[in-house]
């Protein structure tokens, strides 16, 4: 992982567990995604795509509400659709937004959310362009609060 | 609508627009989305599913967080999972839950998040032997709060 | 409580256990409480007093976040305030909006907050000009979950 | 900021802005709020406490409910507590759990609403026994999400 002084996020060298071709659909299938959120408060459109261990994909968008603490990110959505269909262990997420400036970058508690079902996700985060650069877990939630601090699982 | 002096839930004749079977068909899909619940920390499963107006049923179970309020309710990601497909326009929602003594109820946020797709919902409340009872989201969630107050949609 | 068949908010005699100074003591400070949200994202400021048992008032105010998901209501906010101050015993709670058209109303997820610490909450909703009216928390979240169905405290 | 491989926060060198006495404060008041977490469910209580950059002490606990999600962080109370009385620059958080073996780190979505109110805080985390170590909101949320990326305050 590398950043400038500003905290912009520069493109990493790919060391990834996920070959071209998936990431390719990754990317693609998150920018679907993109397409069905429902942001009519934000205006703030954004798509996750993620990937299980073994090879299926999930896609989920922003689901927002008039009552805005009631909404919902879409990689909460991706992770709640595939929790929802029997699977929970994952390999790596793919985000997309509409900004031509920014790359997409999780909320806290998206990366919360992640870092529920592990510790090792490679995390692929989008430009409107479909450029990306590449993150993992702990790099965008490091010294991360998780299950094993409540010691009951 | 009817409850007795304690608010306990009664059973209420059925004046629902879905037919028997859809009613059946909705009970066994939040019966089986309960199975996929992510509770570790509840221990306490939910499954729901959503009846979308031209006949899909999409389902959905809770996703819990070690970060307690970072957890879903099984009533959201059957929300969601709908939304991130496409579908914005539902008629009626079944929710199960492991009780064998209280019927399945949706919080407050969640009569809230279906209140966002419309005021007309029919809610069928299960209980664990599969006996069930019917509301409507005018019941659960009176004068409520909603996207027109915002005055932006 | 009494509404049209339109769902519109009427008035409704008071049969309140606050006195008139109480409740009026509750309105002023959840008007005041409302000039200090932080709501850049809505434009829509909400101020909440609360009243415990023994009669200390305790207000908030929404406070959003750009992640919308991470907001906070002001009834929330009012809740955490006087808890994290020792305080779980309430009898009333009054909520205050800019609207010339509505009375404030809770949403789903506030109303399961107050239901948390009870079920007998008098619930004052005002307009911007001051009028209100009274609710009771069995009005607005009828057939509610709460603690009891986790069968745990 | 230093962590060994495993990704255990180790202590690092004071740079903080805040002078010794001004940390022990800090330290004692999160502390004391930790005592009036409302955590029946996780049995986790946490306390923090806020240093405004005119000096001021805010704190607050954990408020957990019995539907999960809608509980509230110790930081997050904090934090609606000072907002919710007018104040919204800040320049320290300490936060305290009962943990022997893990100090006290704010979940994701906490890390998200402190970047809400700015990019520099300095953070502290105790363990039960009061020692603690430095970190900055930097380090545990770095390429954050923030109010720029919506281009609207
Ligand atoms: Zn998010
Ligand atoms: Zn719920
Ligand atoms: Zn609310
Ligand atoms: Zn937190």
């Not at 990834?16 to 659909?25: N, V």
């Not at 397409?35 to 795509?49: D, M, Q, R, T, W």
């Not at 959310?113 to 590449?134: C, N, P, S």
Request: hydrophobic share 35%; aromatic share 10%; charged share 20%.
């Amino acid at each position: 992982m590398e950043h400038n002084q500003h905290g912009t996020l520069q493109p990493t060298g790919n060391s990834s567990k996920c070959g071209p071709e998936q990431i390719q659909r990754l990317l693609a299938a998150c920018r679907e995604a993109k397409e069905f959120a429902y942001c009519p408060y934000s205006k703030y459109p954004v798509g996750a795509a993620l990937l299980t261990t073994d090879g299926k994909i999930f896609s989920g968008c922003n689901v927002e509400n008039a009552c805005y603490p009631l909404g919902a990110c879409a990689e909460q959505t991706a992770i709640q659709k595939a929790v929802s269909e029997g699977h929970t262990k994952f390999q790596a997420i793919a985000i997309a937004c509409n900004s031509k400036e920014y790359y997409a970058v999780p909320c806290g508690a998206c990366r919360q959310v992640l870092r529920e079902f592990g510790r090792h996700w490679d995390i692929y985060l989008a430009k409107e362009d479909g450029t990306y650069i590449q993150k993992t877990l702990e790099d965008l939630l490091p010294q991360s609060f998780g299950p094993e601090h409540l010691n009951i699982i």
